[in-house]
């Protein structure tokens, strides 16, 4: 019965999970595969975007397609479907154009000054893109600029966005948000080009938040198992060793810890992570009883 009630639990969650992933998604009403007409049409760039009087390119149009494409507008067919999507042509083929990425709305680029590079220099892997792809990440632009003394200031490519302003991310609950984002995203160091300097001015004053009151008693420990460098952050290897030299872990004190039977405390810890026991107890001190048995080296 409690098989089939988490079997089930587990449907209910893929399906809502599908339903919000769908709910993201825009719908642009067409179809495309920039590697079937890159690599296997092997058509041009320069074939369907044409430049504009301000050297930028657009998204080619209709007429772009007529060139290779035998089109009826004025009686569509099944074939129709090959580009358009089932959605777009129930809305009378209509193409929405996709919305810019946050960070790209408004984004100053001229192609022109950068007619000198290949397409493929900047739209990376859009020859092995079987979807519409995006553009260019910020972390590419930076990089070429830097090696191509290029502008870096924000303003050269962007109108609204500045080192001084915080983006639309930052509202809110961002303080309670901003240590995942931070571990998920590098984007960080675009405002922050000294990050462990600007992290360290609060985090060396504050305790994080999950520092609550049980977090000695309870928390730090598991915490510190699973990722001991995070703790490194702010705490050295000293820290530690000063309490714990002193004062005995919360798991010592239980009833089993060190009895003579197989299921004993301390021994399962040592099996999970015998390492930790290192950082107060020398491997002599296990001989001092365990006389007969043969630790492993690793």
């Not at 930028?56 to 507008?73: G, L, Q």
């Not at 709305?105 to 220099?121: G, M, N, P, Q, R």
């Not at 000063?242 to 798991?251: A, G, L, M």
């Amino acid at each position: 019965m409690r098989k089939k009630v988490l079997y089930t639990a587990g449907i209910f969650l893929l399906f809502a999970l599908t339903l919000a992933l769908s709910g993201c998604k825009v719908e642009s009403g067409l179809k495309f595969s920039h590697k079937f007409h890159v690599v296997e049409q092997e058509v041009g760039c320069n074939d369907c975007h044409v430049a504009c009087d301000d050297g930028n390119y657009v998204a080619p149009s209709m007429d772009n397609c007529k060139e290779c494409h035998e089109i009826d507008e004025d009686n569509p067919s099944e074939e129709c479907l090959m580009c358009h999507t089932v959605e777009g042509a129930k809305n009378d083929y209509e193409v929405k154009r996709q919305a810019k990425p946050k960070g790209n709305k408004d984004l100053i680029f001229d192609h022109e000054v950068h007619s000198d590079y290949e397409c493929a220099t900047c739209h990376k892997g859009i020859a092995e893109d079987g979807d519409l792809g995006d553009g260019p990440k910020m972390t590419l632009c930076l990089d070429c600029h830097k090696k191509e003394d290029g502008p870096q200031e924000c303003s050269e490519c962007h109108k609204e966005i500045t080192a001084e302003k915080a983006p639309e991310s930052h509202e809110q609950d961002w303080e309670s948000r901003h240590g995942q984002a931070s571990r998920l995203d590098t984007s960080c160091v675009y405002c922050h080009t000294d990050r462990q300097a600007f992290c360290e001015k609060c985090h060396r004053t504050q305790k994080p938040r999950d520092h609550v009151f049980g977090w000695k008693v309870g928390g730090h420990g598991m915490e510190a198992g699973h990722n001991r460098r995070l703790c490194a952050n702010c705490h050295d290897a000293g820290y530690c060793v000063d309490c714990h030299r002193s004062e005995k872990p919360i798991s010592h004190n239980a009833a089993n810890w060190m009895s003579y039977s197989s299921e004993n405390g301390h021994g399962e810890a040592a099996m999970r992570n015998f390492r930790s026991c290192n950082v107060c107890h020398e491997t002599g001190q296990c001989m001092q009883c365990h006389n007969t048995i043969i630790l492993r080296k690793d």
